[in-house]
C-alpha cells in the first residue's frame, strides 16, 4: 500500500508553497506606486482574505474529487477538459516552475554576503539537487518537506518577533495620513495586488497532492485553511515590521527589502544572517513546488497522449518523469527571466486560473458524507471572483506587456489541445500504475 502523508506534511506543504520569494521581496515593488501605510497593510489582509476564500472553494473541491492534480481535475470534470489542459500547461510552464525559478534566483541573492549574489549556476544547482530528493519515495519528500518548513516558520516568525521587541534607529516608512482613500482606486493599488497574490500563491497547495493525504475529508480542509490564516497573519505583521525599519526611499522598488530594514536594525552582521537565513528558507520553497507541480502536470498526461511519457511513476507512486521536467523548465527560466518580469506574468497567469478554479465550486450542490463545505456559499466565492477579475482588469490594462505575455502562453497552450487527443482509461490504468 502507498504511504499516505498526515495532516502536518499537508499543512508543511500549504506553508512552503505559501512563504517564498513574495513577502520577502515583494514591498519595493508596491512602494513604487502606493506609500501610505494602510494602503500597504490593506492590500496584504485583503490578498489573506482572498487567499482563505479560495481554501475555502479548493477544500470543498478537495474533499469533493478526492483526487491529486488539483485545477486539472476540477476544470476537466465541471466546465470542459481543454480549461484543465490549460491550467495544467500553465502549471507547468509558469505557475509551478516560475516559483521555483524566481526562489532560485532570489536564494542566490540572499548570499550576498558570501560573495555569491546572482550565481546563476549555484541557483540551477539547487534546483537539481532538490529534484534529486523528491525522486525516491513520499516518505523521503515528505521528511524533507517537513525539516525545511520548520526552518521556514521559526526564522519568519523570529523576524516579526525581533522587529516588534527591538526599537529601530527611528527612520520609517509610516504614513498614516488619509490618502490610502485615493490610493485604493489607482490601478498601481490593482497592480500591486499581483504581488500579494503571488506571495499568498500556495493556499491551495495540498489539494494538489488530494490522494496523497490520510484521511483527506478531514486533513485536507484543516492543512489549506489553517495554513492560511498561520501565514496571513505572520505576512501582514512581518510587512508591519519592515516599514518600521526603513524608509520609503531605501525599500522603493528594491528586491531585497528585509535585508535592508534587518541590517538597519540589527547592523550589518545580523543583516547578514538574516540575509543567509532567507535563501536557506527559500529551499522549502522550491521543495514544494517541485513536488505539487508534477502531480499536476501527470494528471494531464494520464488523460492526454501527447503528454503520456510523464504518466508513469516509479514503485513508490513517485511522478519522476514530470519532476525531471519541471526542474528543466525552472532551470530554464532561471536562465532568461528577469526577477519582475517573471513575478509578474507568473502572477497574472496563476490569478487567472485559480478564479476559473474558485468558480468550478459555485457547481458541487449536494454535500455527500466527508466532504467540506464551505461556509457563507456562495458569497465569499462571489466576493473572490469579483476582486481577482477587477485586479486582472486593472493589471491588463497598466501593465499590457507581461499580461499579454501570460496569455500567449495559455494560447499556446489552447493550441497544442488541439493537436492533442485523449487517452482511454484503460491505457491511462495502465501508465499510471
Known amino acids: 500500500m502507498k504511504k499516505k502523508i498526515g495532516i502536518s506534511t499537508a499543512a508543511a506543504i500549504v506553508v512552503a508553497n505559501m512563504i517564498g520569494t513574495g513577502v520577502f521581496t515583494s514591498l519595493g515593488f508596491q512602494l513604487s506606486s502606493l506609500q501610505n501605510t494602510w494602503t500597504i497593510l490593506l492590500l496584504w489582509l485583503a490578498g489573506g482574505l482572498l487567499a482563505l476564500f479560495g481554501a475555502f472553494a479548493y477544500a470543498e473541491l ?28 500553465a502549471g507547468l510552464t509558469v505557475g509551478f516552475s ?4 524566481l526562489a532560485a534566483m532570489a536564494f542566490t541573492k540572499y548570499l550576498t554576503p558570501f560573495g555569491l549574489q546572482n550565481n546563476v549556476w549555484l541557483a ?13 519515495t513520499i516518505r ?6 517537513n525539516i525545511t518548513t520548520l526552518i521556514k516558520v521559526l526564522f519568519i516568525v523570529t523576524l516579526v518577533i525581533l522587529g516588534f521587541a527591538i526599537t529601530g534607529n527611528g527612520n520609517d516608512a509610516f504614513n498614516y495620513s488619509n490618502s490610502w482613500q485615493q490610493e485604493i482606486l489607482k490601478p498601481g493599488f490593482a497592480v500591486s495586488m499581483i504581488y500579494v497574490s503571488f506571495a499568498y500563491t500556495g493556499w491551495n497547495a495540498a489539494a494538489y497532492v ?23 497573519t505572520v505576512y501582514i505583521l512581518l510587512q508591519f515590521v519592515l516599514l518600521k525599519n526603513a524608509t520609503v526611499r531605501e525599500l522603493q522598488g528594491k528586491e531585497d527589502v528585509t535585508f535592508i530594514a534587518f541590517n538597519n536594525l540589527l547592523g550589518n552582521q545580523g ?7 532567507i535563501a536557506i528558507q527559500l529551499i522549502a520553497t522550491i521543495s514544494s513546488y517541485l513536488w505539487v507541480g508534477p502531480r499536476v502536470t501527470q494528471a494531464m498526461a494520464t488523460e492526454n497522449k501527447l503528454w503520456q511519457p510523464l504518466a508513469k511513476k ?52 449536494d454535500k455527500k458524507p466527508g466532504e467540506f463545505k464551505s461556509p457563507f456559499k456562495p458569497v465569499l466565492q462571489i466576493i473572490f471572483l ?6 486582472l482588469i486593472f493589471t491588463l490594462i497598466d501593465r499590457p506587456v507581461e499580461s499579454l505575455v501570460g496569455i500567449g502562453i495559455l494560447v499556446i497552450g489552447a493550441v497544442i489541445y488541439f493537436f492533442d487527443k485523449p487517452v482511454d482509461h484503460k491505457l491511462a490504468a495502465e501508465n499510471i500504475g
Open 62 to 89: 478537495g474533499t469533493h474529487f478526492k483526487e491529486s492534480g488539483g485545477d486539472y481535475i476540477y476544470l476537466s470534470r465541471i466546465f470542459h477538459p481543454m480549461l484543465g489542459y490549460l491550467s495544467a500547461w
Open 98 to 101: 516560475a516559483p521555483v525559478a
Open 124 to 136: 540551477i544547482g539547487v534546483i537539481i539537487l532538490i529534484g534529486i530528493m523528491h525522486s525516491f
Open 140 to 145: 523521503h519528500s515528505g521528511r524533507f518537506q
Open 210 to 232: 488530494a490522494d496523497e493525504i490520510d484521511y483527506p475529508g478531514k486533513n485536507l480542509p484543516r492543512a489549506l485553511i489553517g495554513s492560511t490564516l498561520f501565514v496571513a
Open 271 to 277: 543583516g547578514k544572517w538574516v540575509s543567509i537565513f
Open 314 to 365: 516509479n514503485k513508490h507512486g513517485i511522478p519522476v518523469a514530470a519532476v525531471w521536467l519541471h526542474v528543466v523548465i525552472s532551470i530554464l527560466l532561471t536562465l532568461t527571466g528577469s526577477f519582475e518580469k517573471v513575478l509578474l506574468y507568473a502572477g497574472f497567469v496563476l490569478q487567472m486560473m485559480a478564479t476559473l478554479t474558485v468558480s468550478t465550486s459555485l457547481f458541487i450542490k
Open 386 to 391: 469579483v476582486f481577482n477579475t477587477g485586479v
